[in-house]
């Protein structure tokens, strides 16, 4: 069975921001892993590197000539780390505090001042117990340069990561451009991983309702629910990122790149509109299931009104000659106990017989 979503079912104990300056940065999140891992990948078509820190490092981050650099961040609970980072790279103060605000839908900034674009979008995934948890990635486009920060450990983009280090298609090749539009399809392919999972839970949603006709299976309709609310809600906004950033204004990303990011908007909309099927499907289970209780609370009653039924005329007897009267013709007959035991067994019989001739048994 699905989960609900944590965010839904239990409080979370993140700092408030009411009151605070613009851009000041505070981590709003409740993540705090031990140690924050950065990698740095620089590449080109003809050279690749890649090395691993964690916070107390002494972290380069000039970008070499001619060369692309990736620093992905693996954890937001050291806000004077990023902090560092954005100073060192002139991102303005509400991007930092943005890349620290974890719960925010998906938007597309440009700061033009300072050729920056700042993006946010969800990646989803399933902990241990199946229950669905989300984790906000926060990418930075410069010109040579791509930053990205996420909250918690989680390679969403290995595969990219085995590309570039085999200089597989033609992201070697590119802009920097070229790979914020290989990180987000990834975060979008990756939604079809968990639309497969729901299909499979309302799939046996399905089979249990046709199968356990008794059991009330709402809970688990309702559970499922809620979780594609919250997908929609949180990805649904992803289709005026890309809009966005497909607009010709935008010169950090190349004509070549927005052509990849309109097949990236056509699977946002799949991915959308396939949700909204899933829960269209979920008024269909709901419908279906309260049909199953209706019809076995109406077998109950069926059963109940043939008892019912049945003791009418044998409470009839029984309490006609339960009284208490002294001229009672039938009162001293030496068989009539056991006549009237026949009589009220033989009209049981009938009513079953009846019953049954008319398929109400």
């Not at 440009?110 to 993006?119: G, H, L, M, R």
């Not at 802009?175 to 309302?202: P, R």
């Not at 499922?224 to 966005?244: G, H, Q, T, W």
């Not at 950090?252 to 052509?259: G, N, T, V, W």
Request: charged share 25%; aromatic share 10%.
């Amino acid at each position: 069975m699905t989960a609900p979503l944590t965010h839904r079912s239990k409080k979370h104990t993140h700092k408030r921001k009411s009151g605070l300056l613009p851009g000041t940065a505070i981590y709003t999140g409740n993540k705090h892993p031990e140690n924050i891992s950065i990698s740095r990948i620089d590449y080109s078509e003809q050279h690749f590197s890649e090395k691993s820190f964690t916070q107390g490092d002494n972290i380069p981050m000039d970008v070499a000539d001619n060369n692309i650099m990736w620093l992905n961040v693996n954890g937001l609970n050291i806000e004077s780390l990023i902090e560092k980072i954005g100073a060192h790279f002139k991102l303005h103060n509400l991007i930092v505090e943005d890349i620290l605000n974890v719960y925010q839908i998906p938007k597309a900034d440009e700061y033009p001042e300072s050729d920056i674009i700042y993006i946010t979008l969800n990646e989803f995934y399933f902990d241990d117990a199946q229950r669905l948890q989300r984790d906000q990635i926060s990418l930075v486009l410069g010109e040579e340069f791509v930053l990205s920060f996420q909250e918690e450990e989680g390679d969403y983009f290995g595969i990219i990561r085995d590309r570039l280090r085999n200089a597989k298609g033609k992201i070697r090749k590119k802009c920097a451009d070229y790979l914020i539009y290989v990180l987000i399809d990834a975060i979008v392919d990756s939604y079809y991983d968990i639309l497969d999972h729901y299909a499979n839970e309302l799939e046996a949603i399905e089979n249990d309702i046709f199968i356990q006709k008794n059991k009330n299976h709402l809970s688990r309709i309702h559970h499922v629910n809620k979780d594609l609310i919250y997908l929609r809600r949180s990805i649904a906004p992803l289709n005026e990122v890309i809009f966005r950033l497909m607009k010709e204004e935008i010169v950090l990303i190349q004509p070549e790149s927005k052509i990849f990011l309109r097949d990236v908007l056509d699977h946002v909309n799949q991915v959308v509109n396939q949700i909204d099927v899933d829960r269209e499907y979920l008024s269909d289970l709901v419908q279906t299931n309260m049909a199953n209780m209706n019809s076995h609370l109406n077998s109950i009653i069926k059963v109940l009104t043939l008892i019912s039924t049945i003791f009418i005329p044998l409470t009839f007897i029984v309490g006609v000659y339960g009284m208490n009267f002294d001229n009672f013709p039938e009162i001293h007959s030496q068989n009539g106990y056991y006549i009237v035991w026949g009589v009220m067994i033989a009209i049981t019989i009938l009513q079953l017989f009846i019953f049954k001739k008319k398929k109400w048994l």
